[in-house]
């Protein structure tokens, strides 16, 4: 895991948010993610409960959503 830091740290970035797209998830607790990686231009958001995520009123054609899984195997540091 500690491994894993270095590059995810490097990536981040603070974002500001000036709209609040809510796309009203499942989850309410989940909608912010969503907020955060349109505001940042995010490609995906990583999760374990991709079920949450599907049936979003609000859609971002552009917005992947993967498990780790699929995050490690979609990024071009990992060894």
Not at 56 to 69: G, I, M, Q, R, S
């Amino acid at each position: 895991m500690q491994s894993l830091k270095v590059p995810y740290f490097a990536r981040c970035r603070w974002t500001r948010i000036y709209f609040l797209w809510r796309p009203n998830l499942r989850d309410e607790s989940d909608n912010h993610l969503v907020e955060l990686a349109v505001a940042g231009g995010a490609e995906a958001v990583v999760t374990r409960n991709k079920r949450d995520f599907r049936g979003a009123e609000l859609k971002f054609e552009n917005l992947a959503v993967l498990t780790p899984a699929e995050c490690l195997r979609r990024t071009t540091w990992q060894r």
